[in-house]
Every structure is written in structure tokens, then in C-alpha cells.
């Protein structure tokens, strides 16, 4: 029970807090790491067979170290101080969520959008996506927006609660420390295809099962209000697999669904254009409200998750008790 509770502590602070500036925080300090290590594999590496292995070892270390550290000291705190090693782990499972953040990104997307100023929304939308967004319209703003919100609604709350719930505070700053890996050297091109394939792939599969939680938890939300359930459904089933993600089209096309929209279609990276698989219906124009239901949708998901989770644990309290 103890794990439910520090989970449930996390989420609250997370809600009240976030992630300020000023605030420590593990992420950080991982993205510091991996630099460090990427400089080191490419200094010995001689050639792409060495950077394969160098990414391998790269995805084994960063996330087992990460756990190791967090697991003894963890440990260390709660044979000195029993609160201690509580409010430390409370904090270390609220910094590998982002809620609140996440939630604040997109409303500083949507705030510019709605007063007119897009060259604002546009700068502020480039802060949460990798496309080049100097030339999207409002639409093509909006799309970016609420597909970082789809898509990050797995990597920054569902995946670390799954896993917090799992294995508590080193499992949930193991699952943020592949995370952040992938995001740092997860890519396919050039520079990074021999380096951070282990790392992504790896990704992919800690991701698997949130991801699809997420769609089902997306449905579930949509009950209450006037969401359509039965269209969130059909379209994830029928469009999330269509991404060239094992993962992120099933937010994605979720997301979709419920909103009414459309999402994919043509993209820019680094200055060359994409086509994405189109996920959803265009049943309505995307506008800027869609990118504030997408975070009252965010919100239910998480309230959801965190419910799910606590009501798992006590099944499995009271069953192990009998």
C-alpha cells in the first residue's frame, strides 16, 4: 500500500508543483549523463560497428545505473529517517511525471493562437515537437500541438506511473532515463542511426503496453462528457497502427477520435518533407479549443491512470493478505 501512496503524493505534488526551474531535477542530470557518454562512445569508437555496440551498452548502463543509484539511495533513507526515504521517493516519482508541465506547454501554445499572434504560437510549439514549424498555419500549429499532447500523454504520465506503480521510484527514473536516451540519440539519421538504435528500440518495447493502456484509458475518459467513445475506439483500432511508431499512433488516432479531427499528414524535419499517415476523421477544423480538450483530456488520463493503479494495488493487498 505504501507504493500506491507514494504514487498518489507524487501525482498531487506534481499537480500543485510540476517541475520548476529552480526545483532539481533527475532528468536533467540523465541528459548530462548521456552527453557525456555519447562524447566518450565516439571518441573510442573507430566506425559504425563500434557505435552499434557503443549504443548498446549505451541503453544498458544509463537505465540500470539509473535504478541502482535510485534503489540504494532510496534505500539509505529509509533505514535513517522512514519520512525521509518516503518524501524523497515521493519526489523522485513526481519528477519522472509531467502533467502539469506538459499541460502548461500547450495552454502557452494555445494563449497566442487564440489572441492572433501566430509567429508566438509558432515559437512556443517548437519548444514541444522536432518538426520545423516556421511555416505551419494555425492548423498546422494546433495539429502539432495536440499530437505532443497525444503522444507525450504516454512517455511523461501514463509510462511513468505504470511503471512507479510497478517497481516505484527507480523503476519509474529507469523507464525516464530510456526515455530521455531516445530522445537524445533516438533518431534514424546520419548521426545517429548506429549510436541510438539500441535506445529506441528499447523504448519501443518499455512503451508498448502504456501506450496502449493510454488509448484504452482515452476511451474510458470519453464516457462522461460528450466525448464519443465508440468513435475513439473504432478510430484508434482502424488508424493506430497506420504510424511508422509501434507506440504513438495509438495515443495519436485516440486522441483523434475524441477531438473529431484529423491528425497526420505532411510534415517538415530539418528542412526535408514528410508524409505521415492522416489518423481520424476531419469532422470539424482544427482550432485552438481542440488543444485546450486535449488537456482536460490529458488530465482525465492521468486522474485514471493514478485510480486504476491505486485500485490494482488494493486487489492485490487484500488478496495476498488472505
Known sequence: MQNAFVVLSAFVFDFLVGDPS???HPV???GRVIWFFERLIRRLAGGPAALWVGGVFLSIVVPVGTYMAADAGLDLLYRWHREAGFLAEV????????VKGLSAAAEAVRRPLVAGNLAAAREQVAAIVGRDTTQLDAGGVVRAAVESVAENSVDAVVAPLFYAFAGG??????????NTLDSMVGYRDQQYRHLGWASARLD??????????TGLLITLAAFPGR????RVWRVMRRDGRKHPSPNSGIPEAAMAGFLGVQLGGLIQYKGVLSSRPLLGEPLVP??????ACAVRMLNGVAMLAVGTGIGL???ISYLTAR
Do not use: C, T
Open 313 to 315: 494495488r488494493l486487489l
Open 227 to 230: 466525448g464519443d467513445w465508440r
Open 204 to 213: 519501443d518495447l518499455l512503451n508498448f503496453i502504456p501506450a496502449r493502456l
Open 28 to 30: 536533467r542530470f540523465l
Open 169 to 178: 521510484a527507480p523503476l519509474a527514473l529507469a523507464y525516464r532515463a530510456v
Open 91 to 98: 519526489y523522485l516519482v513526481a519528477m519522472s511525471i509531467a
Open 22 to 24: 529552480w526545483l532539481p
Open 286 to 291: 482544427l482550432r485552438p479549443e481542440h488543444i
